[in-house]
């Protein structure tokens, strides 16, 4: 495992890149006979946009799922902050400081905006069931700290105006910036997102995109991101992995990948001859 | 035009984390417990200690518990009515081998004794989820009270099988037995129906509460943002229980002053704690004191007007009472699944505009 401050480096644009904050080592996932996800190796660093494309069915959510702890791989090991991570639980992850956002929205429909933001902010908050039936000490104290740092990311992501409306009556667009908040709100190490931009229109991409880059700009976030439009994905990442039928084909700059002949078959087809 | 939001401004957080952010909530809030505190218990006498206020105070604290569980948590119980009876069970052992303790400790600690009972029968939830659970919980309401009827030591061997609650006092005052005044006994419950409902409105607006409702709204969601599903499920029914066995104890020490087990806590008392939940409204503890007393004051109003006001015979206005009671319930269901509390809502957001159009 490589030393956490090694080799990093400053992007073009000014950010800070740091060492290898998560590497995945020989990834192998199985369903029964279905082989999901094939020897993959990979890292994300520290501070850095790093995005997972590939066709359809190639693996992308199931490598989300393998990091986020829902799947537990067969094979290869996952290193985390450069100890590696035994399998564990959803929670367990979580608790360690890795949040995501899913494919189809997954909020709390019957809770208000602010409820759901403030449930990511679980990590944060220990305080017991007795102080919290008093409500009074430690519970009130840190009910309102961990509000103060909810509200900033509500103001980040431009949410004031829906504080209060149950999540069930927003419209698909303010719900993905509501599921980004309550991931954002846990202040994780690394910050998954699923198809940010599924289902959007462009100035909704657009949006997004500017949210994704100011978070990664403002609170040094690092992110692993799905995504299916390339245009935002070489925009928005510093590095892209390429899977297809759950092998790894490519990896890199995103201009290095434009150009690997292996990606540019799997995109558009090869003639067999 | 009465309600108003307008103009009452927050400036810190923890205002606006109250239980009622709007004064003039508020403030009405202060009116009902001054009249529940200092105007009622001057003015009843036994029948409406009897017929209206002690089961309506008693069935509000099992809503509430049953309310966490169900509303907030979502993890259908059935077995409420079995719950109980480990609250009033307790409650029995507890007076009797320790009489010199206070009553209000026996109390508590049957609470704390049912949130055991009631944590072990909610095991099965981390497998089961729904229907399934609900019949999981079926399990416990048979098996508790075929307990208590099986296991003499429950009932200190006595040849009716019935419990019978001694004659306790609080401040010299008897609370419990023949000698209890009507206004002692509403006074008593209603400490612990204003503490119950006190400390499950800051459970429930805390991050317990959130954790509860993550779970009920989405348990994968829920884990994948950290709550461990173990914990929060396990202390909702521990929390449920905790009321749900208050609610037995002063059901049976203070209500009834003797129970047989079958006929007090069987299972049409799980069904009516579940139907108040649901008509009063789900995951609203203002609408487990809602159904608490629609399901408890419309049979005495009926009862009153139709034996009462147009002399008809018991029986007959017993059988049609009945009728009623279903069809008023099937009418609400139908006009406003979300339940009474619901309807409050909605009549809060009229009432915000009236008399202007918008």
Redesign the interface.
Same mark, same amino acid.
């Given at each position: 495992m490589k030393d956490m401050d090694a080799d990093s480096y400053t992007t073009e644009d000014g950010r800070r890149i740091g060492g290898v904050v998560m590497e995945m080592r020989n990834i192998t996932l199985r369903f029964g006979g279905v082989v999901a996800i094939k020897d993959i190796s990979f890292d994300i660093r520290e501070g850095e946009i790093r995005a997972i494309i590939g066709p359809n069915g190639a693996g992308k959510s199931s490598m989300l799922n393998v990091i !986020?702890g829902?799947y537990n791989p067969q094979e290869g090991e996952v290193y985390y902050k450069g100890e590696r991570r035994p399998p564990m639980?959803?929670?367990q992850v &979580? $608790?360690q400081g890795i949040?995501?956002t899913?494919q189809n929205i &997954?909020?709390?429909?019957? +809770?208000t905006v602010l409820?759901n933001v +403030?449930?990511?902010?679980?990590?944060q +908050?220990s !305080?017991g069931?007795l102080a $919290?039936?008093?409500?009074k000490g430690k &519970?009130?104290r840190e009910?309102?700290a961990n509000?103060?740092q909810v509200?900033k990311i509500i103001d980040f992501l431009e949410i004031q105006h829906i504080r209060k409306t149950p999540v069930g009556r927003l419209p698909y667009g303010l719900k993905k910036r509501v599921e980004l908040a309550?991931a954002l709100a846990?202040e994780p190490s690394i910050l998954l997102l699923d198809e940010p931009m599924a289902g959007m229109n462009v100035e909704e991409k657009e949006d997004m995109s500017r949210f994704i880059l100011d978070v990664n700009d403002e609170f040094g976030s690092t992110i692993a991101l799905i995504e299916h439009d390339m245009g935002v994905v070489m925009d928005l990442s510093d590095r892209v992995v390429v899977m297809d039928y759950g092998k790894k084909i490519g990896d890199g700059t995103p201009d290095e990948v434009r150009n690997n002949q292996a990606v540019i078959d799997a995109y558009l087809g090869v003639a067999h001859d | 035009m009465f309600y108003r939001e307008a103009g009452d401004f927050k400036t810190s957080y923890t205002e606006d984390s109250q239980t009622f952010p709007i004064k003039f909530d508020r403030y009405r809030y202060y009116a009902v417990l001054l009249v529940a505190f200092a105007v009622v218990p001057f003015v009843i006498n036994d029948y409406w200690v009897n017929a209206v206020f002690l089961p309506f105070l008693i069935y509000s604290i099992a809503a509430i518990g049953l309310n966490i569980l169900v509303g907030y948590c979502g993890q259908v119980s059935l077995g409420t009515g079995g719950f109980m009876a480990v609250g009033a069970y307790a409650c029995y052992k507890l007076m009797v081998a320790f009489p010199e303790v206070s009553i209000f400790i026996h109390i508590i600690l049957s609470g704390g004794i049912t949130a055991a009972v009631c944590l072990l029968f909610g095991l099965p939830s981390l497998r089961i989820k729904g229907f399934y659970l609900a019949v999981a919980t079926l399990a416990a309401q048979f098996f508790l009270v075929w307990t208590f009827n099986r296991v003499g030591w429950f009932y200190n061997y006595s040849a009716s099988g019935q419990i019978n609650a001694p004659e306790r006092t609080v401040f010299g005052v008897p609370i419990t037995g023949a000698e209890t005044a009507p206004w002692a006994a509403y006074l008593f419950c209603l400490v612990f129906v204003v503490a119950s409902a006190i400390i499950a409105r800051n459970l429930t607006r805390g991050m317990a509460g959130r954790k509860w409702m993550a779970i009920r709204d989405m348990d994968i969601a829920a884990e994948i943002i950290g709550v461990n599903p173990l914990k929060a499920k396990l202390s909702a029914f521990a929390v449920s229980g905790f009321f749900v066995g208050i609610s037995g104890a002063l059901f049976f020490a203070v209500y009834l002053g003797a129970v047989e087990v079958g006929e007090a806590f069987g299972i049409n008392k799980s069904f009516l704690v579940l139907f108040m939940v649901i008509i009063g409204g789900l995951g609203s503890i203002f609408g487990s004191f809602a159904g608490a007393a629609f399901l408890v004051l419309l049979p005495v109003l009926l009862k009153n007007v139709l034996v009462g006001g147009l002399g008809w015979p018991t029986d007959l206005a017993a059988h049609l009472e009945f009728m009623i009671v279903g069809g008023l319930i099937i009418m609400f269901l139908v006009l406003e699944p979300h339940g009474l509390a619901q309807l409050w809502r909605v009549a809060k957001e009229k009432l915000r505009l009236w008399p202007f159009p918008y």
């Open positions: !986020s829902f639980k959803p929670y &979580a $608790q949040a995501r899913f &997954a909020l709390f429909e019957g +809770m409820d +403030m449930t990511g902010r679980i990590r +908050m !305080s069931l $919290q039936a008093i409500w &519970a009130e009910e309102v509000r103060e509200e309550r846990a | -």
